[in-house]
């Protein structure tokens, strides 16, 4: 290659790199993004600079780079190749489909799911223990089979079967139940997380079916899933990579791999959000900004997501009774992680600062969810102290990052007090 086409490719490629970063800056999204943007770049602009700066030594040097890229190149092909041959099929990727009486649901045996959209391994025409909630019941951030449901299965022997999905709430739960009695099971789980319910009773109460659940003289609109409108990436960098991430199945896996061991790091920090380390085996990251609107009953939306919570917890209790055969109304109450560290690290004597609001507040809310379950004549777990106990043993049940979802052992010990239940349900 000549001396002045080596450096007309390399100054194209500058340009390129010198656009990106623009536009990811001019694009205003989160700072990650921002920085992908400036790195990629920053990486086409460097040969370019170098050439510049050092002539024709960095000439030599890139060339060296370009003869060595080539058999890497080649041995990433034929690593791909040898994966899509020989390597297990991947899942098909979540695909959400518009319900009028759930607001959305999953298409069938899209991300794991099975015939009827829900996540297991079988659609089940029977089942011993129904399970139904969110995205903590899916088991968001861990496997199939170690979500509660499956290891209560694992634990137990009986046939669990649940019915869940991100950000569904008491609303959709009663419509659940109604579906999930045909499979005749002894125990309907509910569980009910404050993170995120409360309000999602109030914002979904306008669905089809709903109407028993609305408060009077409060006017209700369903709350719209930016998941059914075309999604634009942050910037141009972002669309590249994720484009090639997600045709790449070893380039995918490896992604996968490095954002795990990012997680809980200062990429995951958030306006508001505090970093718990003084307990390194608990270290995680902290939301109560974020989490404090869903659980303050000071706001009109919690209250009257508690209202609608109530009467859904009695529809679901009443219509297990009369259901034959009978089953057992099981509701769990999950509180967030922000709630459960700060009563802990309340009981310590060791305050953690910035989190006495939250915990002022969902302790109304947590009461009041509780109050509901009883008064529904449901069994009722509370997570909240076992949590606790956990954390006092240095198990985290959470992972490092600002995920509020249970992690592997946060599922465990779900599944150990629900085993208890069941236990004594058979030996009756």
């Known amino acids: 290659m000549s001396p002045r086409a080596s450096t007309i490719c390399p100054g194209l490629l500058a340009g390129v790199g010198a656009w990106l970063a623009y536009d990811a800056l001019a694009a205003g999204s989160l700072g990650r993004y921002q920085i992908v943007g400036c790195a990629l770049g920053a990486a086409l602009a460097l040969p370019f600079v170098s050439i510049v700066l050092l002539r024709d030594r960095a000439r030599r040097f890139w060339r060296r780079v370009l003869f060595a890229a080539v058999p890497l190149g080649a041995l990433l092909l034929a690593t791909e190749l040898g994966v899509r041959l020989f390597g297990p099929e991947p899942e098909r990727p979540g695909v959400l489909l518009p319900d009028t009486r759930l607001g959305h649901r999953n298409e069938p045996f899209t991300e794991g799911t099975d015939a009827r959209g829900f996540r297991n391994a079988t659609a089940l025409e029977r089942t011993d ?20 449901a499956a290891l209560l299965h694992q634990a137990t022997g009986q046939a669990t079967y649940q019915m869940a999905n991100g950000s569904w709430g008491p609303v959709q ?4 139940v109604r579906q999930g009695l045909a499979l005749r099971p002894r125990h309907v789980v509910v569980t009910v997380y404050l993170g995120n319910d409360l309000v999602d009773a109030h914002d979904y109460a306008g669905l089809d079916g709903a109407e028993a659940l609305r408060s009077p003289g409060v006017a209700y609109t369903v709350r719209d899933n930016p998941e059914f409108h075309p999604q634009r ?19 995918g896996f490896a992604a996968r791999v ?32 974020y989490r404090m609107p869903a659980v303050d009953p000071t706001r009109s939306g ?32 999950l509180p967030t992680k922000e709630f459960v560290y700060a009563n802990w690290a309340t009981r310590r004597q060791a305050p953690i600062a910035g989190l ?40 985290a049940p959470w992972p490092a990052s600002g995920d509020g979802h249970l992690n592997a052992a946060g599922h465990t010990l779900v599944a150990k007090a629900l085993a208890a239940i069941v236990r004594r349900r058979q030996r009756q």
């Open 129 to 148: 223990v129904l399970f139904v909630g969110d995205s903590q019941t899916w088991g968001f951030g861990v496997g199939r089979d170690a979500t509660f």
């Open 173 to 176: 739960y009663v419509e659940l």
């Open 233 to 251: 990436a942050p910037n141009v960098a972002m669309a590249l990579v994720d484009g090639v991430l997600d045709r790449s199945r070893v380039l």
């Open 258 to 289: 490095v954002k795990s061991r990012l997680q809980g790091g200062a990429l995951d920090r958030g306006p508001g959000d505090l970093a718990f380390d003084s307990v390194p085996a608990l270290a995680t990251i902290l939301r109560p900004s």
């Open 302 to 333: 919690v209250r009257d997501g508690i209202a609608v919570t109530e009467r859904a917890l009695a529809a679901i209790a009443a219509a297990c009774r009369t259901a034959a055969p009978a089953s057992e109304p099981v509701l769990v109450v």
């Open 356 to 395: 006495d609001a939250i915990l002022a507040a969902e302790r109304t809310t947590h009461a009041a969810v509780m109050a509901a379950g009883n008064a529904a004549g449901m069994r009722t777990i509370d997570l909240a102290p076992l949590l606790g106990d956990a954390l006092d043993r240095g198990e």
